[in-house]
Each structure stands twice: as structure tokens, then as C-alpha cells.
């Protein structure tokens, strides 16, 4: 069965980084668009970034176009959010999800922002404080 794991959450100080694994199983993520997500505490969930499978290409939301930058290594089924420069607003539960979309990225984005994902992981917490 599809199974997504998130790993490399935790506690870091406005300004630094993180990085989040997402490794998936049970399903060829070249063939899925794949999406990492978050919610903060009495906020609705949020789409982050959406990579489509079929362009490559990688939408990402407002608050975080250029700090945040998603990759996919297909060799490893696993995808990968580089979070640079955070703020404590980016202070939330963070979720890769996948869905078996094989499409490009203008079906992808509102894909995204509907949250329209069919398979979640449990989430990693990312605490931005000083």
C-alpha cells in the first residue's frame, strides 16, 4: 500500500534551515505529483509546494517562494523540502502527500491550493523560535 514518511522536523531559530525528507513506498513517485503541505495551530491546511510529475516543474505558495525549494530523487522514491531563511510563521506541522496525477503543473497548481491529495503522511513538526 502507499505509505509516506516525513522526517527532519524540529526546533530552529528564525534565520536557519531545515530540511524535510518525505520516502515514499508502495507506489513509483515519478508517476504521482507529490506535495508537501502544513498546518499551524487553529490555521486550515496549507499547500507549500506541488511538483507535477510529468514537467518537472514545482509551484509554490506566496509565503514561501524563494526560501523554500522542493526536489524529487526518483532513484530513492523519496522527495525532499530545503527550507531556508525561516520565520517563526512558518511555525506548523508539515505534510508530504502524493496523489496518482500524472500531469503537468497547471493542473498541478490548483491541485495544490485545493488540497486535493488522496495519500498522507503523519507529519513532522517544524518549531521556528528563538
Known amino acids: 500500500q502507499v505509505q509516506l514518511v516525513e522526517s527532519g522536523g524540529g526546533l530552529v531559530q528564525p534565520g536557519g534551515s531545515l530540511r524535510l525528507s518525505c520516502a515514499a513506498s508502495?507506489?513509483?513517485?515519478?508517476?504521482?505529483?507529490i506535495g508537501w503541505f502544513r498546518q499551524a495551530p487553529g490555521k486550515e491546511r496549507e499547500g507549500v509546494s506541488c511538483i507535477s510529475s510529468s514537467d518537472g516543474k514545482t509551484y509554490y505558495a506566496d509565503s514561501v517562494k524563494g526560501r523554500f525549494t522542493s526536489s524529487r530523487d526518483n532513484a530513492k522514491n523519496t522527495v525532499y523540502l530545503q527550507m531556508n531563511s525561516l520565520k517563526p510563521e512558518d511555525t506548523a506541522v508539515y505534510y508530504c502527500?502524493?496523489?496518482?496525477?500524472?500531469?503537468?503543473?497547471?493542473?498541478?497548481?490548483?491541485?495544490?491550493?485545493?488540497?486535493?491529495?488522496?495519500?498522507w503522511g503523519q507529519g513532522t513538526q517544524v518549531t521556528v523560535s528563538s
Open positions: 508502495g507506489f513509483t513517485s515519478d508517476y504521482y505529483a
Open positions: 502527500a502524493a496523489s496518482p496525477t500524472h500531469t503537468d503543473i497547471t493542473i498541478v497548481q490548483p491541485m495544490c491550493n485545493n488540497i486535493e491529495y488522496d495519500y
